[in-house]
């Protein structure tokens, strides 16, 4: 059975960091690109990064220069670091695996996690 589970949200003040972590089971890690995704209250769910089995790396405008996510292929975890946070960062962040190459639409991805919830305060 594939389980993603993330980790790391929390409350921090605008200006502040966050590292959330996600960590694949029941896959062949290597094979997998997994992508980080958040939904605040009222609106849909959206891309924030993703990064494919090869290595290669997208971020979505909002978050490009501020959020760096990396893989650590020891540990089989994929990284989301969170720098220079503001409110409107303020969701709940979702991993999610799929084969091969990253995509940066939802429904590309084959399996999700619960989702961690990342609070910024002014």
């Known amino acids: 059975e594939v389980q993603l589970v993330e980790t790391g949200g929390g409350l921090v003040q605008a200006g502040g960091s966050l590292r959330l972590s996600c960590a694949p089971s029941?896959?062949?890690?290597?094979?997998?690109?997994i992508g980080w995704f958040r939904q605040a209250p009222g609106k849909e769910r959206e891309g924030v990064s993703c990064i494919g089995h090869d290595g290669s790396t997208t971020y979505a405008d909002s978050v490009k220069g501020r959020f760096t996510i990396s893989s650590d292929y020891a540990k089989k975890r994929v990284y989301l670091q969170m720098n220079s946070l503001k409110p409107e960062d303020t969701a709940v962040y979702y991993c999610a695996a799929k084969r091969g190459a990253y995509s940066t639409l939802r429904i590309s991805y084959d399996y999700w996690g619960r989702g961690t919830q990342v609070t910024v305060s002014l």
């Open positions: 029941g896959l062949t890690f290597d094979d997998y690109a």
